[in-house]
């Protein structure tokens, strides 16, 4: 699938390839198992995390992945919230720049950590909500919302959004 947007801004690109891990729309995860877990993080330098990987690591990523999705499509931040709780500390300054520590017993803890304070970071930062999930069902795409208006819902308008305009015609077509 070609998705026709630039990537999310740098802070946010790491939690935009994360949870593009899954293209749903053709049926693919990266974390399905340990192998592709493991290429995976290594592809997006996140080695020590694939050194480290295990079984429960494996399934925290993943968890940790739909919990940031579920966040970002506004469906509830109770996951991500527990993640704030256990991994982060308080922010402080350090060299003129504040700095949120991360935690953590795991590499994969530490990184999914560092994801959330991306995330932390973009909404204090004033543009809050422009990584969004597109919201079709069976996509999900993450993308980086770059109108004027933050008003995109589709991660494409050639793909996503062509194809619930047609559903909706068909719809109107079939009730006349």
């Not at 109770?78 to 991360?102: C, F, H, K, M, S």
């Not at 008003?151 to 909706?168: E, F, P, T």
Request: charged share 30%.
């Amino acid at each position: 699938m070609a998705y026709d947007r630039p990537p999310a801004p740098d802070q946010l690109q790491p939690v935009e390839a994360f949870g593009n891990s899954a293209r749903f729309l053709h049926d693919e995860d990266a974390l399905v198992d340990l192998a592709d877990a493991r290429t995976w993080l290594r592809e997006h330098d996140h080695q020590d995390v694939a050194d480290e990987l295990d079984e429960p690591a494996r399934q925290e990523l993943v968890r940790a992945r739909e919990a940031i999705r579920e966040h970002l499509a506004g469906a509830g931040s109770e996951r991500l919230n527990d993640y704030a709780r256990r991994l982060l500390g308080t922010p402080q300054w350090q060299g003129g720049r504040i700095v949120i520590p991360v935690g953590g017993s795991t590499a994969a803890e530490r990184m999914i950590g560092e994801l959330v304070v991306a995330l932390v970071v973009a909404d204090l930062s004033g543009k809050p909500g422009r990584l969004k999930v597109c919201q079709a069902e069976d996509c999900r795409w993450l993308y980086y919302d770059r109108s004027p208006g933050n008003n995109s819902i589709w991660c494409s308008m050639d793909i996503c959004g062509a194809r619930h305009k047609m559903r909706a015609y068909r719809a109107r077509r079939k009730d006349a």
